[in-house]
């Protein structure tokens, strides 16, 4: 059986090697590039990042990266987003003001509240594993980079800021901080994008990888 193919776009934000090397563990062929050709000839298309939205934004405007991946999504070739990734496909983000993103999905960016939904102060940034719950706007997770995982499932979580998307269904999966749902996977047609790091979510997080190479 011959190997997918994914390119990981390096912009020089996220830990590129783990991400690489979980993606080989589930059999992939890996490509990292900054190059536009390189990126729009994929097969499949993995935007990583950590750190903070603007810095992310202005590193793909300094590649010339920003187009190149709007293409992509146009062209109807998978692409997942991670972490930070994710976050940089919806319209805009409120970190440190507001910046423009990706405008792939209809949404914003907004901070995870400083206190639960009963008043009490919770960490910030939201960190470690949590279980996996379905969104009131996915009633299953059939044909979605989740169909393989079962609710109540843990990934592994490292943020301060959230993904709101306008529209409910493109909320797949939510975990629950403070008694209040976050968006941990959103999904649209070909776009898909993790909150949490699959790379490092162990076997959950390998067979979510899985899905998206299948």
């Known amino acids: 059986m011959k190997a997918p193919k994914v390119t990981v776009i390096d912009y ?9 090397r979980a993606l080989e563990h589930c059999g992939a062929e890996v490509y990292t590039t900054n190059q536009s050709s390189a990126i729009l000839a994929a097969s499949r298309v993995v935007l990583p990042g950590v750190g903070a939205f603007a810095n992310a934004m202005a590193e793909l405007e300094r590649l010339q ?3 190149v991946i709007q293409k992509v999504a146009q062209k109807g070739i998978p692409l997942l987003g991670i972490c930070l990734g994710m976050q940089l496909l919806l319209d805009e983000s409120e970190e440190f ?3 423009q993103g990706l405008g792939l999905i209809p949404g914003r ?3 995870v509240p400083y206190s639960s939904i009963t008043g009490q102060p919770q960490k910030i ?12 706007g996915s009633p299953n997770w059939q044909n979605t980079i989740l169909e393989a995982v079962e609710p109540g499932e843990s990934t592994y979580f490292v943020h301060s800021f959230m993904a709101n998307p306008l529209d409910i269904s493109h909320r797949v999966a939510d975990c629950i901080y403070g008694g209040m749902p976050i968006s941990a996977v959103i999904g649209q047609e070909n776009l898909w ?9 162990g076997e959950v997080g390998l067979k979510i990888l899985r899905q998206f190479l299948a």
Do not use: M, R, Y
């Not at 020089?12 to 690489?20: A, D, E």
């Not at 594993?129 to 009131?136: I, K, Q």
């Open 125 to 136: 940034p939201h960190i470690g594993w949590n279980g996996l719950v379905l969104s009131p």
């Open 193 to 201: 994008g993790c909150q949490f790091h699959p790379e490092k979510s």
């Open 109 to 111: 960016v907004i901070p």
């Open 12 to 20: 020089g934000v996220g830990n590129l090697l783990s991400v690489q």
């Open 97 to 99: 003001g507001l910046t």
């Open 65 to 67: 990266l920003v187009d």
